[in-house]
């Protein structure tokens, strides 16, 4: 028997996406727990991205709904969907190379409204957490691919 489903959880059910008259995506459905790491597998052109892209919303679908702990987020702007805790991280790297590790993430925790000390404290906590206090000095473009992909994670 299955546990139970928590409402933590980001679903999509029935997403379609068509570009020029291609449906690139058909009828997808998916259900993602809190803290369930997810993966899509398949080749080129099989609509992996679109379905990220539409998750995070990067565009809309055509047709389909999208739920984020059981309200239905299909419309919210990707802005939006960022402040409920929604993230993406593409293939290509999202870090400035000429920025220190610290730096890195203080560019990011200085968009949001907080105090100083708490910006610090947060800094010092993802630091921690990833794995990277230290590296907070060394610049993004001297890091290996792997340290480079936690730098991401942690601005995300």
Known sequence: MSPPLSDERLVAVGLTKSFRGRAVVKGVSLDVQA????GLLGPNG??????FDMM???CQPDAGTI???GEAITDLPMFKRAR????????????????SVEENI???LEMLDLPAEERAHRLEALLKELDLTALRKSKAYALSGGER????????
Do not use: D, M, N
């Not at 099989?46 to 379905?51: E, F, L, M, N, S």
């Open 46 to 51: 099989a609509g992996k991205t679109t379905i």
């Open 35 to 38: 803290g369930e790491v997810v």
């Open 84 to 99: 409920r805790g929604i993230g993406y991280l593409p293939q290509e790297s999202s870090v400035f190379r000429r920025l």
């Open 106 to 108: 203080l560019a990011i």
């Open 149 to 156: 992909r936690r730098l991401e994670i942690t601005r995300a």
């Open 67 to 69: 739920l984020l702990h």
């Open 56 to 58: 995070v919303g990067l």
